[in-house]
């Protein structure tokens, strides 16, 4: 059975604390994407980079503190 990722781009729910946006860029196959805590996800990328600078950039928006995993 092939795991399934995010359907599409987004936020399930927004949250006004930074502490509770733990954001990580998962890999699976050949693709990469950011998902964080709150529920918020990016679509999946070919480049972790880019993955990265998403979850970076959710981050940024939401006064978090800028740290990947």
Do not use: I
């Amino acid at each position: 059975m092939a795991e399934q990722g995010p359907e599409a781009p987004g936020r399930a729910s927004r949250t006004d604390r930074p502490d509770e946006h733990r954001v990580e860029v998962v890999e699976r196959g050949s693709f990469s994407f950011a998902q964080c805590g709150c529920g918020w996800f990016a679509p999946g990328r070919r480049s972790r980079d880019k993955s990265r600078r998403d979850a970076a950039g959710h981050l940024a928006e939401n006064g978090a503190d800028s740290n990947v995993a």
